[in-house]
């Protein structure tokens, strides 16, 4: 079975602190892919960034960060000097060979206050 | 532009109604899916379509039904029979069959039952 943990349901930052947003995964599969996505209130889910097994070099990509580690079964999302508009639900998701869609986590809600 | 639409964003019905949510696509994407999403919760995948006039149950597929007549369209029926119609729909669509692409999200559909 595939399970994918938020352990954070909610986190309110203040404008320009770092916030990481953790992810635990849990799968038998040798091949799986890890995801992120947003949701902003609008409720829309926007991709983010997409990661697979024997991937495990991190990924910079502007204010956005993640942090692969197969050892501890973690894809941890950080935003640097957050802002404002980065208020919204973040889920960490999982697919693998042995299933056939996305495993979402329960997603962690992320608050911004000027 | 291309997209995934969902209509309508807002839909109310009557407790014993059938009712049936929209989802078009114009990415030329062969996979489509549904999701349901509850307040606190992640996404729980309902259908999924991997082609034309094919189909597969996911998780909660109890109490709805899908067609796939054509590529663009996957239509999501909501029978009386589904307990707990009320929730946040999602649609999806990804490139092609398999576990390891992405899935991009239409802006959802809210429903109502009462």
């Known amino acids: 079975a595939q399970k994918v943990t938020q352990a954070q349901t909610e986190i309110s930052v203040v404008e320009k602190e770092d916030v990481t947003l953790d992810c635990v995964y849990e799968?038998?599969?040798?091949?799986?892919?890890l995801f992120w996505y947003k949701q902003p209130p609008s409720g829309e889910l926007v991709f983010l960034i997409r990661r697979n097994s024997f991937d495990e070099q991190n990924e910079i990509s502007g204010r956005y960060s993640w942090n692969f580690q197969k050892s501890t079964s973690s894809f941890n999302f950080t935003i640097t000097a957050s802002q404002v508009v980065d208020s919204a639900v973040y889920f960490c998701a999982l697919s693998g060979d042995s299933g056939y869609a996305l495993n979402f986590g329960k997603g962690t809600s992320l608050l911004v206050t000027p | 532009d291309g997209g995934i639409t969902q209509s309508p964003k807002y839909l109310f019905r009557k407790e014993g109604q059938n009712v049936t949510l929209s989802c078009e696509q114009n990415l030329n994407h062969d996979a489509m899916y549904w999701y349901r999403q509850d307040p606190g919760q992640g996404l729980r995948l309902i259908y999924y379509?991997?082609?034309?006039?094919?189909?597969q149950k996911g998780d909660i597929a109890e109490g709805y039904s899908v067609s796939r007549e054509k590529k663009e369209s996957f239509p999501l029926t909501v029978t009386s029979a589904q307990k707990n119609p009320t929730a946040f729909y999602l649609c999806?669509?990804?490139?092609?069959?398999?576990?390891?692409?992405?899935?991009?999200f239409g802006p959802g559909t809210r429903l109502t039952v009462t």
């Open positions: 799968t038998r599969d040798t091949t799986y892919y």
């Open positions: 379509s991997q082609i034309v006039n094919d189909f």
């Open positions: 999806a669509s990804s490139i092609a069959r398999g576990v390891s692409y992405e899935q991009y």
